[in-house]
Antibody, heavy 121, light 107 residues
């Protein structure tokens, strides 16, 4: 069955960088668009970014645009989120999620369990 | 960005109740509206997509309706495992937005 496992989270100082990874299994990764979303402690869901199946189309939320980069390596079956200039308000549980379309439908049909990013000095 | 407003933000209900949650979009999104369920400590799960289509494996007591700016999630005959937080999400715009969530608690 579909399984998504995020990794790379941790405690990082403000202004520093971090790269998250997502390892999918149970489906043909290269045929699906993928998303990152996040959830600050005790708060609601916030969408972060999406990438098309081939990596040619990417969209970002206004809150991360210019600081975060979504990418994928279909040969390694891995989704990434490169985060720079991290701020305290980026502290959250970061989820990767599958889009049921190869282009982008913006539905998120399967989610990982998340990796926690804490930005603190 | 399209703003999504859910109401109520929380509600108390009993097992067997019928529960209705509403979601309003700040502009016309057609039927590009999805609903998710999130239980404490767990990842969200897609319940309903394009306003009224039931995701595979989701019980038929869940239903969705609406179009344009006003949408509804209904849970018929609430079961103990339905106590959770529910989020709406618009997929009309390239920039996805979620509603603030509705927490369904046990009365």
């Amino acid at each position: 069955q579909v399984h998504l496992v995020e990794s790379g989270g941790g405690v990082v100082q403000p202004g520093k960088s971090l790269r998250l990874s997502c390892a999918p299994s149970g489906f043909s990764f290269s045929n699906y668009a993928m998303h990152w979303a996040r959830q600050a402690p005790g708060k609601g869901l916030e969408w972060v970014a999406v990438i098309s199946y081939d990596g040619t189309i990417k969209y970002y939320s206004d809150s991360v645009k210019g600081r975060f980069t979504i990418s994928r390596d279909n040969s390694k079956n891995t989704l990434y989120l490169q985060m720079i200039s991290l701020r305290a308000e980026d502290t959250a549980l970061y989820y990767c999620a599958r889009d049921p379309s190869f282009s982008i439908s913006n539905e998120l049909d399967y989610w990982g369990q998340g990796t926690l990013v804490t930005v603190s000095s | 960005d399209i703003q999504m407003t859910q109401s109520p933000s929380s509600l108390s209900a009993s097992v067997g109740d019928r529960v209705t949650i509403t979601c309003r979009a700040s502009e016309n999104i057609g039927r590009y509206l999805n609903w998710y369920q999130q239980k404490p400590g767990k990842a969200p799960q897609l319940l309903i997509y394009v306003a009224s289509s039931l995701q595979s494996g989701v019980p038929s007591r869940f239903s969705g309706s609406g179009s344009g700016t006003d949408f509804t999630l209904t849970i018929n005959y609430l079961l103990p495992e339905d106590f959770a937080t529910y989020y709406c999400q618009q997929s009309h715009s390239t920039l996805v937005t979620f509603g603030g969530g509705t927490k369904v608690e046990i009365k």
